[in-house]
T-cell receptor, first 112, second 110 residues
Framework: DSGVTQTPKHLITATGQRVTLRCSPRSGDLSVYWYQQSLDQGLQFLIQYYNGEERAKGNILERFSAQQFPDLHSELNLSSLELGDSALYFC???????????FGQGTRLTVV | EDQVTQSPEALRLQEGESSSLNCSYTVSGLRGLFWYRQDPGKGPEFLFTLYSAGEEKEKERLKATLTKKESFLHITAPKPEDSATYLCAVSGAGSYQLTFGKGTKLSVIP
């Protein structure tokens, strides 16, 4: 158990809908990262927050947004969902920005 | 832009047959190189961090080494439970995220 908690574990929704994925980092970790993993792709970095502030942005679509709250948990919002958004979404946390990151068990999103 | 290439894509070993996985990287000022293990449908599990060329880390049957352009994950006398995808990632200067390779899928046959 990495100490990073993601909910829900599975999510099935229809095209055009909006969903929210939730992540609680390890106790004491200030950085939260979001990654997307599709079948044929590696882990694609989406966005990073550090102590409530956005620190880095990767290949995140405009339909996607995220935030980190004062209690350090984070949410990833995915809207106007398309079939191609079906993937595993992982949250990871670390103490700072250059140390090892610990991953949650992921949310498997299926868009039908 | 940081880049990570892992080889081979897949590797089948007999139980007890030692081998190495390769991770080649291009990064502007390496802050750290990370190895993870990922089981199907699960989150990556942290294994090692290496910070500078010449550094080595060991854990059970795994040993990670680092040069200026690549890292190796050596697996000694593997067991079936070592079967997983092994991921390599780097963090470069001026970049706060980890850039991952596509991984090596290791299968250890009894």
């Amino acid at each position: 158990d990495s100490g990073v908690t993601q909910t829900p574990k599975h999510l099935i929704t229809a095209t055009g809908q909006r969903v929210t994925l939730r992540c609680s980092p390890r106790s004491g970790d200030l950085s939260v990262y979001w990654y997307q993993q599709s079948l044929d792709q590696g882990l694609q970095f989406l966005i990073q927050y550090y102590n409530g502030e956005e620190r880095a942005k990767g290949n995140i679509l405009e339909r996607f947004s995220a935030q980190q709250f004062p209690d350090l948990h984070s949410e990833l919002n995915l809207s106007s969902l398309e079939l191609g958004d079906s993937a595993l979404y992982f949250c990871a946390s670390s103490v700072g920005g250059v140390t090892e990151a610990f991953f949650g068990q992921g949310t498997r999103l299926t868009v039908v | 832009e940081d880049q990570v290439t892992q080889s081979p894509e897949a590797l089948r070993l007999q139980e007890g047959e030692s081998s190495s996985l390769n991770c080649s990287y291009t990064v502007s000022g390496l802050r750290g190189l990370f190895w993870y293990r990922q089981d199907p449908g699960k989150g990556p599990e942290f294994l090692f961090t290496l910070y500078s060329a010449g550094e080595e880390k060991e854990k059970e049957r795994l040993k990670a080494t680092l040069t200026k352009k690549e890292s190796f994950l050596h697996i000694t006398a593997p067991k079936p439970e070592d079967s997983a995808t092994y991921l390599c990632a780097v963090s470069g200067a001026g970049s706060y995220q980890l850039t991952f390779g596509k991984g090596t899928k290791l299968s250890v046959i009894p």
